[in-house]
């Protein structure tokens, strides 16, 4: 097994990342299944379809803004991945820095994906954030 994944699987996480990062909404959309779950360390923890990535997203804006987050970047490392027919898991190494209230502070983590190939295209099925530090 090679350091990276085959590139649809790649694809799909930069395109995930980058879209978080830019704050492009549908870059981040296009990357998720329409069963999509994704779980992360901010409350309710869990969002489920319908529409689990917008209603993420919208429950991230409003952390944001009570908290007085005005900046996000997460880097990553790849860390473990396998494809097994349709099916593909891989888990990344993160650091997730933001700026609240003008104080830089620095989290790490590993951001678990699950994917699915239907209909020959790959998806993301789940997204799971578990922060280190």
Request: hydrophobic content about 40%.
């Amino acid at each position: 097994m090679t350091n990276n994944p085959p590139a649809e699987i790649q694809s799909l996480i930069d395109g995930h990342i980058n879209g978080f990062n830019s704050q492009d909404s549908d870059l981040f959309f296009s990357v998720f299944g329409d069963t999509a779950i994704i779980i992360d360390g901010i409350a309710p923890y869990r969002w489920l379809n319908p529409n689990a990535p917008a209603n993420w997203l919208a429950d991230v804006a409003k952390w944001r803004e009570d908290l007085g987050v005005t900046y996000e970047h997460l880097s990553y490392e790849m860390g473990f991945w396998n494809v097994e027919g349709s099916s593909a898991y891989a888990v990344i190494s993160g650091t997730l820095t933001v700026t609240i209230k003008g104080q830089s502070a620095v989290r790490t983590g590993t951001l678990a994906y699950t994917f699915a190939n239907r209909d020959d295209v790959w998806k993301i099925e789940a997204q799971a954030w578990g922060r280190t530090s």
